[in-house]
T-cell receptor, first 114, second 115 residues
């Protein structure tokens, strides 16, 4: 079974630029999560999708971050414009359903904003 | 909001020895899940073990076991017969069983295994 795929693995941009990350969850998984992991901290949920609908985006900085999950499969997370404090690893995870206790994580995208 | 605290930023263990990682959490719920995740340098987060709060029996997965103290809101992970491949960052995480399914993570503990 293929795992959660993410791209790119690394991205370096200057502040005020835009960036987008892509995630392909495990086939058949209805729930998709985006987490932000700042160096030295545990992951923090940014947004949760159930199929193509948003379940929880309470911690998403909506003035600069946006996310979508087209057709309930792939998802894209965008930052526009980026700030220095956005430097982090962005992790995507998926689970069979919102009640599924096991979340499967992708390898993450390390973003450096200079 | 639930908070998860891991008070040990780093732990070091000799190969084949045992190490215990601490985790405490704060919640007003009576039923919930607790997890330990492993994150090696490759960054792939892997589930190590989970515990349902309504179960009194401590979960065990091969060399990994937990000590779940519900009243004390404590959830420690014991790694027995440590191997070089156990070197990683370990995160304790909490999740409710109803309504809000997101994981709340602690800050992590870096485990180093000495050969």
């Amino acid at each position: 079974e293929a795992g959660v795929a993410q791209s790119p693995r690394y991205k370096i941009i200057e502040k005020r630029q835009s960036v987008a990350f892509w995630c392909n969850p495990i086939s058949g998984h209805a729930t998709l999560y985006w987490y932000q992991q700042i160096l030295g901290q545990g992951p923090k949920l940014l947004i949760q999708f159930q199929n193509n609908g948003v379940v929880d985006d309470s911690q998403l900085p909506k003035d600069r971050f946006s996310a979508e999950r087209l057709k309930g499969v792939d998802s894209t997370l965008k930052i526009q414009p980026a700030k220095l404090e956005d430097s982090a690893v962005y992790l995507c995870a998926s689970s069979e359903s919102d009640r599924g206790y096991e979340q499967y994580f992708g390898p993450g995208t390390r973003l450096t904003v200079t | 909001a639930q908070t998860v605290t891991q008070s040990q930023p780093e732990m070091s263990v000799q190969e084949a020895e045992t190490v215990t990682l601490s985790c405490t959490y704060d919640t007003s719920e009576s039923d919930y899940y607790l997890f330990w995740y492993k994150q090696p340098p490759s960054r792939q987060m892997i589930l190590v073990i989970r515990q349902e709060a309504y179960k009194q029996q401590n979960a065990t997965e091969n060399r990994f076991s937990v000590n779940f103290q519900k009243a004390a809101k404590s959830f420690s992970l014991k790694i027995s017969d440590s191997q070089l491949g156990d070197a990683a960052m370990y995160f304790c995480a909490y999740r409710r069983t109803i309504n809000d399914y997101k994981l709340s993570f602690g800050a992590g503990t870096t485990v180093t295994v000495r050969a």
